[in-house]
């Protein structure tokens, strides 16, 4: 009831209110039926003939039985092609700033509205059940349910693609996917065939590098940006026309995951970012992003040295700023995910008055392939689904095809009628008017000169990354090229690296075998831009928000540093995990205070959480050093970067379970340390702990420090340092 009505008053969106209408729930007075209405009594035999044992044949007869087997054997609908796998939210589009100087498009000029949205994030190459950290390009798909119709940004968090022309969208996709013989790897890019296609296809070497870096395993689909990536345009009112491309920034900051943990995730967590995302709606902490547009008058459309329709190129921002105008909010999980996530489907050829197409060739094709390929996953008339349909009157001669819902009453189904009946709507009345593009042309298979320089661009991004994320990329090359066993696909690659970088293509020919190339096949222009690196979005207000922190404990621990730390957590909205050595009782050193923890060491890991606290007691500390377990989970928050903070007996535990012959420094008494992100006070009191109130740099007290380390989110300087690779986890 509490739900039905939340999904009435809730978020009160239009949107919602419109999925109200279609929205059951399954409660107590409720009684089985079948599909046609008829009250079943039974849910558990099927009607049989039987003898004195109740043992006989089954009778084909039962309606109930052969509707529940019919209606099982059909759940399924076909995957998506691509970006099979996600998961998706509902929330609001505000306006800040109208941009009616370049768009009449009112969700982008009328700073009232508030615009309901759906935003579904997937992962591209892996099947529907494949794990979410996987190394990809992230989806991050928005539809604007808006007063004038769907408006679609099928978006990415890369802001580049592979592919200048969409015409070559099969063979990336094939070239990634599982090889056709054996359907081999899954939702993964380290094999043969798709670097063989990044090698013989260079305009795709920007693209690769991208999805190398750290943007390729996010730590959560709230830490990170999408763009737009193809070339849209704009329409003011007075008729003038801008070319834009449409970005969004979150506010959390944008963050990863390290490759090792990304790859235990996959493991010992499939689910992580679909969890992570639930999890922090759920808790109120809504994930948010600042929209923002870049815009280019129609007469500097030459005015570059790349082609601005050329989607394997970015708008650099110190040449064209991001004007942010507005924001996107996550604040409602679905109720269903298969009705509202996995129907809800998006084109790029959904756009609303005021917005318009550009001849970027791989959006044109875009714009036929989604609707073609709804046609087949969902059938013709997907755009009636709950989920898919409009917020504001759909009213035409569509008629009829598989599943048509909609009953449209009168004799005329077609235009012009007797009746004038649903006649176009002018421009005053928002109908949508193209925009009177002079084109005249040969007709050829051609592109433009600009579209044939595949290097500059990758260089531009190789070398405006921090020395971290460069080694991320390195590391990343190697991985992948050591998986492809064919000579002929690693050596032509790390020639290809000599393209964007020599000493990268060095190294990573060292790692993966190939000759290391001695010189340069194209100098580097040395140029940067600015927000490129991951490193260039700090939150404006750093926060431990929505962050997971396990607290481990036994038998003995000292309740007072736990229960600061605890409280400290709770108020700053993070999500403390309490792991024990079991899930029952776990008692205090007080012998009579205890805690029920949300899990055991073994059923949980390090990989699912941002930081670990580990709090004193003789006898707690003493079974966790000597559980193999508890001390590996110290080792691989270690090696993963994380903040660890450790209070009383447990700053001796760390240390030996670090083990690094004093390369770490830890508290000896009263001292509060930090060190590499490892935060220790030895001898604690009550009032040691400091009380939280907002996250500053350089706070004093043991939960401050601690909070600001966290929020800083991976301890780069220990990688820096070296000493991350020397510990074993
Ligand atoms: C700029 C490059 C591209 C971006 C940013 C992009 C983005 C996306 C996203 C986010 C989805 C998932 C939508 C969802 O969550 O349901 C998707 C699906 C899909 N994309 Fe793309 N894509 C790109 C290029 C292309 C091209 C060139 C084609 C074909 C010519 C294509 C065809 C498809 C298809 C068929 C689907 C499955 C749609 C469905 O079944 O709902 N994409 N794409």
Redesign the pocket.
């Given at each position: 009831m509490e739900k039905a009505q939340q999904a009435i008053m809730g978020h009160g969106s239009d949107k919602i209110n419109d999925l109200a209408q279609e929205t059951k729930e399954m409660t107590s007075s409720a009684r089985l039926t079948t599909d046609y209405g008829v009250k079943q009594t039974s849910a558990d035999d099927w009607l049989k003939v039987v003898s004195q044992d109740k043992q006989g044949p089954m009778l084909l007869e039962d309606p109930l039985g052969r509707e529940r087997i019919h209606r099982f054997d059909h759940e399924r609908i076909p995957e998506?092609?691509?970006?099979a796998r996600?998961s998706?939210a509902f929330g609001t589009f505000t306006l800040f700033e109208s941009a009616e100087d370049v768009t009449c498009a009112p969700v982008l000029t009328d700073t009232s509205r508030k615009t309901p949205i759906f935003i579904?994030f997937?992962t591209v190459l892996g099947s529907r059940g494949s794990a979410d950290t996987v190394r990809d390009v992230r989806?991050?798909?928005v539809k604007f349910y808006t007063q004038e119709g769907n408006w679609d940004i099928?978006?990415?968090n890369i802001p580049v693609?592979f592919?200048q022309d969409?015409i070559k969208?099969p063979d990336v996709i094939h070239a990634g996917k599982p090889e056709p013989h054996n359907e081999v790897p899954q939702a993964q890019t380290a094999h043969n065939n798709f670097w063989d296609f990044q090698f013989n296809h260079t305009e795709a070497t920007h693209m690769f590098m991208w999805a190398m870096s750290d943007r390729g395993i996010p730590r959560s689909y709230r830490m990170m940006q999408g763009f737009g990536?193809?070339t849209f345009t704009l329409l003011n009112a007075k008729g003038e026309r801008h070319f834009v491309k449409f970005v969004w920034t979150p506010e959390l900051g944008v963050h990863s995951l390290v490759w090792d943990e990304a790859l235990k995730l996959a493991g010992e967590d499939p689910d992580f970012h679909r969890k992570d995302l639930w999890e922090a709606i759920e808790n109120g902490v809504y994930p948010k992003w600042k929209f923002g547009i870049q815009v280019i008058p129609e007469a500097d459309e030459h005015k570059f040295d790349f082609d601005i329709l050329d989607?394997t190129k970015i708008w650099p921002e110190d040449l064209i700023p991001v004007r942010y105008i507005g924001q996107l909010e996550l604040n409602r999980n679905p109720d269903e995910f298969f009705t509202q996530v996995e129907q809800?489907?998006?084109c790029t050829s959904h756009i609303v008055p005021g917005i318009g197409f550009s001849n970027d060739p791989?959006l044109q094709?875009?714009n036929?392939?989604?609707f073609d390929?709804?046609l087949s996953?969902l059938g013709v008339n997907w755009q009636e689904l709950p989920i898919n349909r409009p917020v504001c009157p759909v009213m035409n001669f569509n008629r009829d095809g598989a599943m048509r819902h909609t009953i449209t009453k009168g004799t005329v189904n077609y235009w012009p009628n007797r009746f004038e009946a649903c006649p176009p709507a002018s421009e005053a009345e928002g109908g949508y008017a193209e925009y009177a593009e002079k084109i005249i042309g040969i007709k050829a298979r051609a592109r433009s000169a600009k579209f044939k320089e595949h290097f500059n661009q990758a260089q531009l991004f190789w070398n405006s990354m921090s020395p971290i994320e460069k080694n991320h990329i390195i590391n990343a090359l190697s991985f992948e090229l050591d998986h492809c066993e064919d000579p002929v696909v690693y050596t032509r690659m790390v020639k290809r690296l000599a393209d964007i970088d020599l000493g990268l293509a060095q190294t990573v020919a060292n790692m993966v075998g190939g000759e290391a190339p001695t010189e340069a096949t194209r100098p580097n222009h040395g140029r940067k831009a600015p927000n490129l690196s991951m490193s260039d979005f700090p939150p404006a207000k750093p926060s431990i928000a929505s962050r997971r922190v396990a607290i481990l404990v036994a038998d003995g621990y000292d309740a007072v540093a736990f229960n600061a730390v605890y409280a400290a957590l709770t108020a700053a909205l993070a999500v403390p995990l309490i792991i024990g050595t079991r899930r029952n009782k776990i008692i205090a050193a007080d012998g009579t205070t205890h805690i029920t923890p949300h899990h055991h060491l073994e059923g949980f890991r390090s990989v699912m959480v941002d930081a670990l606290f580990i709090p004193g007691g003789e006898k707690s500390v003493k079974t966790l050093s000597q559980s193999g377990r508890a001390v590996h989970w110290v080792r691989e928050a270690f090696g993963h970067l994380k903040t660890i903070g450790a209070t009383g007996e447990a700053v001796a535990f760390v240390e030996k379970a670090v083990g690094l012959d004093g390369q770490i420094q830890v508290s000896s008494g009263d001292d509060l340390l930090e060190s590499f992100g490892v935060v220790t006070l030895r001898a604690t009191k009550p009032d040691s702990f400091g009380e939280f109130k907002e996250i500053v740099k350089g706070a004093a007290g043991f939960v401050p420090k601690f909070f600001e380390l966290i929020a800083a989110h991976r301890c780069f300087a220990r990688e820096e340092a070296g000493l991350h690779s020397q510990v074993a986890f």
């Open positions: 998506r092609v691509v970006h996600g998706g579904r997937s989806g991050f798909a099928v978006a990415n693609f592919i969409a969208f990536v193809n989607a809800i489907a998006f791989l094709g875009r036929f392939s989604y390929t709804q996953r």
